[in-house]
Every structure is written in C-alpha cells, then in structure tokens.
C-alpha cells in the first residue's frame, strides 16, 4: 500500500454502495495489477504525496473508451460526459452526473461525518480518443470541456472544499494515432491545451510515454513517466 495514500471508489458507477475511504493499495481499479502508478490520476497524485509529503485522497471515477461530446444522434452506450448529454441516447448513463453526485459528492459527506478536512486541489483529465473520430465531436470538444469544469466548481463550491489554486490538471492525449483512426486528433490535442490555458492550469505532453499493443493505453513504464 502507499502510506498516506487515500483512495475513494466503488464497484461501479451505479452502485448503492457508497464505498469507503482506504490506504491506496496497489493496483486498484487498474488495469495493470502490480503497478502502484495504475492509472493517470492515481500516477499524479502518489508523486504529489511523495514529493510534498501531504495527505492525499483520489476520488476514482472513469470509464474507457467515452466521448465528451453527444454528437446529437448517435447512441454511446458508454456514455457521454457532456453535462447536458441526451440521456436516452447515452442509456441514462450521463457520466458527469454520475461522477458528481454517485463519487464525488458522497466523498465529500463521508469525510465531513469523519471530520476529515478536504482541500481539493485539481481535477485530472484525461480522455479524448473517442472525441478525435468525428468531426462535430472535436469541434465543440474546447467548449464542452470548459462547460464541465465550470459545472464542476459551480457545484462543488457551496460545500467549502475547493482550495483557493484549484485548476484541472489536463493530461494531452499522444500522438501515436493513426490519421485514419482518429482524423480529428490534432483539433482535440489543441483543445486540451487551450481548456489547462483557459484556467491558468497545467497540461501534460504524454507523446513519448511507453504504450501497449493497442496505441492507446499507457504500459507500467508510461504511467511511471506521467507520474
């Protein structure tokens, strides 16, 4: 386990289950079992903790291969994070929505019952593949990304927690797309750039990090890297 590495998660989105706060174990929710830097927030954070020695808590919540965009017709039956995404289109599975109030929210009450102080320092982004396939997709990714953020802190503000330097912390997606997989990926990279910009917040050039077969995914030695 990481000392003074708390994570927050559950089994799924949907559960009832409002889970627990726990030391941070190795390979939680990875797909990489083994690899105590298993996921691009969790790499972060565990620097963070190393570097500075402050208590650190994630709150887990992803889901691969999610568009930020709802194109306005096509039915993603992984769901869509725009805020205002069609919900029966996307199943009813409105991802932000879920990530707000079945996560993030209930972390927050557990901690405040717990007496347990919270300062919430960044928001880690990371995501775009599905966004760089289309074209309407990407050309609204910017403004969607920003409209999240800003729904973000607009809840999230009346409950105290957020530090005073809160800013998303924006992980670029790399390069190694194929044009004809992803013909939309350099317009999602600018946007990525552009929203960490927009908040006076950091982005992340993930180009040279150690990938899988897929092209997609990071191997033990890029998360290594990202954190």
Known sequence: SQPNTFIYYKPDETSTDNGVLQ?????????YPGNFRASPDCSVGIEFNRLTGNPLLIIKYAVSGSALVDDGTTTTAVGLWQIDANASRANNRLLYIMALNNFIIPCINYCTRNETTLNIIASCWTQGEADS????????YQTELIRLFDALKTALSPYGVLSENYKPLITRI????????????????????????????????????AVIADNTHWSNLGQEQHG
């Open 133 to 140: 396939n289309t074209l309407i997709r990407a050309d609204n």
């Open 23 to 31: 030391n941070y174990q190795w390979g939680i929710n990875s797909r």
């Open 174 to 209: 790399h390069n190694n797309f194929t044009v004809g997989t992803r013909p939309y990926l350099s317009t999602v990279r600018t946007a990525l750039e552009n929203v960490a910009n927009y908040y006076g917040g950091q982005w992340i050039n993930s180009d040279s990090y």
